[in-house]
């Protein structure tokens, strides 16, 4: 019965859509990484991204690419990059699709970050990453 599936909650990773400098250190960017706050490792780790929404402009519908990251084992305490990101996209949503074995059950989780939220304003320091500030979910 449907009643007796159990599905686990997620806590301790997040995602966050982070400024940095480029590897050249010329301008910044945006990144967006995993985080495992977990004191055990993931494995398997496996991200869908895309992002949706609506062109204020032409009241367009607006839908990305869908793409898929294989990331393997995140360490315990430690960051993934998933992918880069620009900044085009930060006027519709933006949506992480995480799924990952911690031990032998598998747990799934989605992350958006909701139109216009990934803004300077909502920027705090991230969680393991030193000097670095970003939007983290």
């Known amino acids: 019965m449907k009643k007796d599936i159990e599905i686990p909650s997620v806590e301790g990773v997040s995602v966050a859509v982070v400024k940095e400098l480029n590897e050249e250190k010329t301008?910044?960017?945006y990144n967006v990484y995993i985080l495992n706050?977990?004191?055990v490792e993931l494995t398997n780790v496996m991200v869908s991204s895309k992002g949706y929404g609506i062109n204020s402009l032409t009241e367009e519908r607006i839908n990305t690419s869908v793409l898929r990251h294989f990331l393997g084992t995140i360490?315990?305490?430690?960051?993934?990059?998933?992918?880069p990101i620009v900044e085009?996209?930060?006027g519709i949503n933006n949506e992480y699709w995480v799924s990952f074995f911690e031990g032998d059950r598998m747990f799934d989780k989605k992350y958006i970050f909701l139109a216009e939220t990934i803004i300077e304003s909502n920027m705090i320091a991230v969680p393991l990453m030193q000097d670095v500030r970003g939007v983290v979910i």
């Open 27 to 29: 301008h910044e960017v």
């Open 37 to 39: 706050l977990k004191e």
């Open 75 to 83: 360490g315990a305490k430690s960051v993934a990059k998933i992918e």
């Open 88 to 90: 085009e996209v930060f």
